[in-house]
């Protein structure tokens, strides 16, 4: 079956980092997104990682292990406005069929 | 046009009524796709174009809904006797070269 887990909720501090990670099986695989989505609105594109490795974008990075079906989204020197839902998704093909995790909520904490 | 774009914005509807939401896509793009989230949970996939053409329709709950997509480019989604089960947002996107992008959602609300 397709699978994606995250962790529902997160806490942490403004100016501290963060790691919200994602774990998935899925029958294939082209391409992992990380999305950002607060409340009340529609998600927003934050990365897309097709090879192994980190992909730094100013203060959001988002690493993938293809080997161990594993990713992770790191966002460094929080801010009040991070406070909303991260969502990991897979490609499963070319044609951008993608599998979504639940969401990870953080909060962040003054 | 810009970005995508979807009406209306919100809606709400009497129990057994029929509903249209429209989703109209970054130009050029031909990918197309509909999900549904309702309050606090993850999106849920509705159905796919690619083109005209609907490879992926899994997602679709019920035969009350359908969707077509016209000249590769707007899209429409039917939810036909409506119920309050139905009550949600309703999100399109589009996509092309790796990312996709998505409208604003139709929220429905079924009273």
């Known amino acids: 079956g397709q699978n994606i887990d995250q962790p529902t909720e997160m806490t942490a501090t403004e100016g501290a980092i963060v790691q919200i990670n994602c774990t998935y099986q899925t029958s294939g695989f082209n391409g992992l997104f990380w999305y950002q989505q607060h409340a009340g609105e529609a998600p927003t594109f934050l990365s897309y990682n097709v090879l192994d490795g980190l992909e730094e974008k100013g203060r959001f990075s988002s690493f993938l292990s293809r080997s161990k079906g594993y990713s992770y989204l790191l966002l460094k020197e929080l801010q009040m406005k991070d406070s909303a839902s991260y969502l990991c998704a897979v490609d499963r093909d070319s044609n951008y069929q993608l599998i979504w995790g639940a969401g990870t909520k953080l909060i962040i904490k003054p | 046009g810009a970005g995508v774009s979807q009406s209306p914005s919100n809606k709400v509807t009497e129990k057994g009524k029929d509903v249209e939401l429209r989703c109209d896509p970054i130009?050029?793009?031909?990918?197309l796709y509909w999900y549904r989230q309702s309050l606090g949970q993850g999106l849920e996939f509705l159905i796919y174009f690619q083109g005209n053409s609907a490879p992926d329709k899994s997602g679709l709950p019920s035969d009350r809904f359908s969707a077509e997509r016209t000249g590769g480019s707007v899209s429409t989604l039917t939810i036909q006797r409506t119920q309050q089960e139905d009550s949600a947002v309703y999100l399109c996107?589009?996509?092309?070269?790796?990312?996709?992008?998505f409208g604003e959602g139709s929220w429905l609300t079924v009273v």
């Open positions: 996107a589009s996509g092309e070269g790796g990312t996709i992008y």
């Open positions: 130009s050029g793009h031909t990918a």
